[in-house]
Structure formats: structure tokens, C-alpha cells
Nanobody, 121 residues
């Protein structure tokens, strides 16, 4: 099993920055792609950014040029640097990891518990 723990959310004013972190822990696993999603009240959960195990990244159009996803494979940790934040970025941000459980030779998806980001105007 894999556990994901997020940190770094909180309140911030428009134009400000925040850095989210998500650390994966457990045993007998290897992390493949890692992603950040967000969900605003009353809305669906949307993909924000993805990074593969080799470092290839992809972003939602709404955050391109403002957000940067990165990872530290040695620490099984993914980061989301969020700059030039806007009120519409307000949401609960969730970390997602696709991980292979070695003994089962199968890939599973895991979610973090979410961290609130609130951007005030």
C-alpha cells in the first residue's frame, strides 16, 4: 500500500505564491506518474498538472505559465509551485500517484487527503 500526504496549502492573496508538496510512503512500490488535481466547491475534480517518472510534464491550460510541477524521485515527493495565484485557483488540491506494487506486478492509483488553497482578491 501507498500513502500520500500533502502539505503547503493555506490562504494567500491574489498574485501571491504557494508551494504544495506530496510525499509518498509505504513499502514494495515504485511511483510512476504523479499528478495534482483540484476541486472547487460544487465542481468536479480537474487535472491541474502531471509529471511522469522521466520528468515529462503537462498542464491544464488555466495554469500554464503560472504553475510548475516537479518531483524528487529519491524522496518519492512531488511539488506544485503556484505563482501569480488568482481567486479562481481556490480549491482543494489533491495529489494522485500511479504506483506499481512490486510483488503484485500491478499498477494502482492512490489519492492524498487534499489540502485547501484559498486565494483572496
Amino acid at each position: 500500500q501507498v500513502q500520500l500526504v500533502e502539505s503547503g496549502g493555506g490562504p494567500v492573496q491574489a498574485g501571491g505564491s504557494l508551494r504544495l508538496s506530496c510525499a509518498a510512503s509505504g513499502s514494495d512500490f515504485s511511483i510512476n506518474a504523479m499528478s495534482w488535481y483540484r476541486q472547487a466547491p460544487g465542481k468536479q475534480r480537474d487535472l491541474v498538472a502531471t509529471i511522469t517518472s522521466s520528468g515529462t510534464t503537462d498542464y491544464a491550460d488555466s495554469v500554464k505559465g503560472r504553475f510548475t510541477i516537479s518531483r524528487d524521485n529519491a524522496k518519492n515527493t512531488v511539488y506544485l509551485q503556484m505563482n501569480s495565484l488568482k481567486p479562481e485557483d481556490t480549491a482543494v488540491y489533491f495529489c494522485y500517484a500511479a504506483a506499481t506494487i512490486t510483488r503484485w506486478r500491478s499498477q494502482f492509483g492512490y489519492w492524498g487527503q487534499g489540502t485547501q488553497v484559498t486565494v483572496s482578491s
